[in-house]
């Protein structure tokens, strides 16, 4: 009986062992088929920092997949370019334009994926060319060529237009300036997220056409106009490109030149036209000139010359070529040779003056003149037995084969003369055979700048 009884005892815990074991089995199973009820759902969000959409753009991402076990991300253009972790965190972004960006997530039983796009700018940067239609003379119209990168929407400002503005157009055309100057243009770019830079520049206008020119002859001819004249067309004229030159009766170096040469060889009233052009106006123009007959005489007014001790003041030298007096600190090598008339004036009394050659002035306290000429004087005509050159006759005479008649012998005519005869007849030759006379009107007394007045009479080629 007692043997029953344990028996009975061994049964029941046995029973009640399998029971637990079985409940526990059915426990375990519910919570596996619990879990495995968990849909996948693959999803993620992402933050562009600073909304800066201009690379490089900085992106954060954000998981939010249920359900997987492994993760692929892929990011096209990105830094990392792939992912395999749940959470990449915020990737770099180099590449303009469209970015794709992929989420694969999975378990055991399935598998799933995500993709956005995402599309970035690049940087805005302003730029444009400016290009005129012909030329930039007033009046004129620009074209405008749109050189920014990164942008969809523009505003331009033109300063100064006649026509307009202001513009929207990527590319403006035909903006019309009608007055000459310096204009300012403005650009600003933007993209279609708000980013804009800007840029300005400076077109020129030139001034419309203006034609005009004078004559000028050349400094062997500007002071008496005689023939054979050589004149430079100085021309005057404001925005021309082409130019066109007409003068009947002389030679002109350039029909097309812009400044070109005339000779006339003999006298003559005559007429130039000139034509301007520059691809937009027309003008023409005219001047004349009256061309002398030739004298083969110079004629020089009132020259003063200096006495010895105004030497560096007024000048004591003189250039029948350079039509000028000299002052002893401008006489250089270069002008030097062609000094042919030197004057020595003891003091403001007046009571010892001649003319000297230019290569003996250093016998008489001036500096030596480099390469110096020779002239020949007659300063005392009443004492050297040589024939008279009057007054009259200097006066009378009108060209230079008049001047023939002076005498200047090779030697003896340096004697020196005072003040006592006014008005007072030098004779000279110099060393390229031209003769001529000098005639001292006056013997001014100012003291140390004490001068002699004179008029001076030379043969030319």
């Not at 815990?13 to 074991?21: C, D, G, H, R």
């Not at 920092?49 to 201009?54: E, I, K, S, V």
């Not at 004078?214 to 100085?234: C, G, H, N, Q, R």
């Not at 040589?386 to 200047?408: E, H, P, R, W, Y």
């Amino acid at each position: 009986m007692e043997n029953i009884i344990i028996t009975k005892a061994f049964y029941c815990n046995k029973k009640n062992t399998f029971f637990y074991a079985l409940a526990f089995v059915l426990v375990l199973f519910s919570s596996c088929k619990k879990e495995e009820d968990v849909q996948l759902s693959v999803d993620f969000v992402y933050e562009v920092l600073d909304t800066n959409y201009t690379v490089p753009a900085h992106i954060l991402f954000t998981n939010q997949t249920q359900g997987a076990t492994y993760y692929k991300w892929t990011f096209e253009g990105g830094n990392p370019s792939s992912f395999d972790k749940r959470e990449p965190g915020a990737v770099t972004f180099n590449n303009t334009g469209v970015v794709k960006i992929k989420l694969e997530a999975w378990n055991d039983n399935e598998r799933k994926e995500k993709e956005v796009t995402i599309i970035l700018d690049s940087v805005v940067t302003a730029g444009f060319s400016a290009t005129p239609v012909i030329n930039n003379f007033a009046p004129v119209d620009y074209n405008f060529v749109n050189t920014s990168l990164g942008a969809s929407m523009y505003n331009w400002q033109f300063l100064g237009a006649a026509n307009t503005t202001s513009s929207s157009d990527k590319n403006p055309s035909n903006i019309r300036y009608n007055t000459a100057g310096v204009y300012r243009v403005f650009l600003q770019s933007q993209n279609t997220r708000g980013r804009k830079d800007t840029v300005s520049k400076f077109i020129t206008v030139r001034p419309t056409l203006s034609a005009a020119f004078s004559i000028e002859p050349s400094f062997d001819d500007v002071d008496d106009y005689e023939a054979p004249l050589v004149a430079t067309l100085k021309n005057n004229t404001i925005s021309a490109t082409l130019h066109n030159w007409q003068a009947p009766g002389g030679t002109l170096s350039s029909t097309t030149d812009s400044i070109p040469t005339v000779t006339y060889n003999t006298p003559g009233t005559y007429t130039v036209t000139y034509v301007a052009d520059n691809g937009k106006q027309t003008q023409t123009v005219t001047q004349s000139i009256i061309v002398k007959p030739n004298t083969g005489m110079r004629t020089f007014t009132n020259v003063k010359f200096g006495i010895n001790s105004a030497d560096a003041t007024l000048g004591c030298y003189f250039s029948t070529q350079l039509r000028r007096v000299f002052k002893s600190t401008e006489v250089t090598n270069t002008n030097g040779p062609k000094i042919d008339l030197c004057f020595f004036g003891l003091s403001n009394n007046f009571t010892f003056n001649k003319f000297i050659s230019p290569d003996s002035v250093q016998l008489f306290t001036f500096p030596v003149i480099v390469n110096a000429s020779h002239t020949n004087y007659i300063n005392l005509q009443e004492s050297c037995g040589c024939g008279l050159f009057t007054v009259s006759q200097f006066d009378n005479a009108v060209n230079g084969t008049m001047l023939n008649a002076i005498n200047v012998p090779t030697i003896g005519g340096g004697a020196n003369f005072s003040n006592a005869i006014v008005p007072r007849i030098v004779l000279f030759a110099n060393q390229a055979g031209k003769k001529g006379a000098i005639k001292i009107k006056q013997f001014v007394n100012d003291g140390l700048q004490s001068y002699i007045l004179c008029d001076i009479k030379v043969q030319k080629d």
